[in-house]
């Protein structure tokens, strides 16, 4: 399973990022500064939320904090690789996510105090995530915003139909190529059950994103 953790991980920004801005008055939790833009749009008498997507940024660099907080602890204490704690934790702040959610039904009211911490779990939890690749030090794609794989996608495209393959570069941008729309193809599809989950079984929908990161932690 390893090898398809970047696949994997993509379809959790997908899925929680879509799922929480269905239920939470649009609420981007992975991708944490679309909110500027919400926040712009409801300053402007359009929408509401306006504290809930603020509180979003803070809870979100608090997310990234623990995750290197968390991976600089573990190295001290000898352990070199600490993907599957920040694995654990992240489903840890998912599964208080779900709880949050839950007991804050019916969700009517964008600043009521259940709601205001809904989302605040929902984006640390996703900081964290967002946090991985920097604090593994690993290299790859992006999984969380798919916004610069897109233009990677198009630049790999213009690079095949002109002179890649002449240069003897062509391999190694064709597999950056499909490594790309592999994880764009995952957010994507993410993005699409998150939402039917949400519509279909409400917040329990989250038990799945769960379920796969403590699965990339236990499941060789």
């Not at 608090?62 to 694995?87: I, M, Q």
Request: hydrophobic share 60%.
């Amino acid at each position: 399973m390893k090898k398809h953790e970047e696949a994997i991980l993509a379809f959790v920004a997908g899925y929680v990022d879509t799922l929480g801005f269905v239920a939470l008055f649009g609420l981007f939790t992975a991708h944490v500064t679309g909110n500027f833009v919400l926040i712009g749009a409801e300053i402007a008498g359009v929408g509401q939320g306006v504290l809930l997507k603020l509180l979003a940024f803070p809870a979100f660099i608090v997310g990234v904090a623990s995750a290197s907080v968390l991976t600089k602890v573990l190295e001290k204490r000898g352990v070199t690789d600490s993907a599957n704690a920040l694995h654990v934790w992240q489903a840890f702040l998912l599964l208080m996510f779900l709880a949050a959610c839950w007991f804050a039904r019916p969700i009517v009211d964008a600043s009521a105090p259940m709601v205001l911490l809904s989302g605040v779990l929902g984006a640390t939890a996703m900081g964290v995530q967002n946090a991985r690749a920097k604090v593994l030090r690993a290299s790859g794609l992006p999984n969380t915003v798919m916004t610069g794989n897109v233009t990677q996608v198009v630049l790999d495209i213009v690079e095949l139909t002109h002179h890649g393959a002449q240069e003897g570069q062509g391999p190694q941008v064709l597999a950056r190529l499909r490594t790309t729309l592999v994880a764009m193809s995952s957010f994507a599809i993410g993005a699409i059950l998150g939402a039917l989950a949400f519509v279909h079984v409400s917040f329990i929908g989250l038990a799945l994103p769960i379920a796969l990161l403590l699965a990339l932690t236990f499941v060789s």
